[in-house]
């Protein structure tokens, strides 16, 4: 089983800038792609990033592509979400998560397939 731990968020002006980082213990990750996913409120979860589990690929939701970069360091156990230009409308609580599939080389966005989650970590962005 793999514990993961999200810490980074906090409040910030419009335009400003977080790093997230996701710890994960237990388990390894580093055969598994990592995900963040953000939940505003009233909202259901949405897909933010994801990487595969070499750090060779990468997606993004349309509505952060350009301004938020995945990453990971799988000899820290950690993947980690650098947000820049923040918008109120990226105020959320985001969500790490590993993919329950092993060595896909091309990561997966449904959250429905991945099968390990964090608590979340807050992020607000004011105007």
């Known amino acids: 089983q793999v514990q993961l731990v999200e810490s980074g968020g906090g409040l910030v002006q419009a335009g400003g800038s977080l790093r997230l980082s996701c710890a994960a213990s237990g388990r390894s990750v580093s055969s598994h792609a990592m995900g963040w996913f953000r939940q505003a409120p009233g909202k259901e979860r949405a897909f933010v990033a994801v990487?595969?589990?070499?750090?060779?690929?990468?997606y993004y939701a349309d509505s952060v592509k350009g301004r938020f970069t995945i990453s990971r360091d799988n000899a820290k156990r950690t993947v980690y979400l650098q947000m820049n230009s923040l918008k109120p409308e990226d105020t959320a609580v985001y969500f790490c998560?590993?993919?329950?599939?092993?060595?896909?080389?091309?990561?997966?966005?449904?959250?429905?397939?991945?099968?390990?989650w964090g608590q979340g970590t807050q992020v607000t962005v004011s105007s």
């Open positions: 990487i595969n589990w070499s750090g060779s690929i990468t």
């Open positions: 998560a590993a993919d329950s599939s092993e060595l896909t080389p091309f990561p997966d966005y449904d959250p429905a397939n991945f099968g390990s």
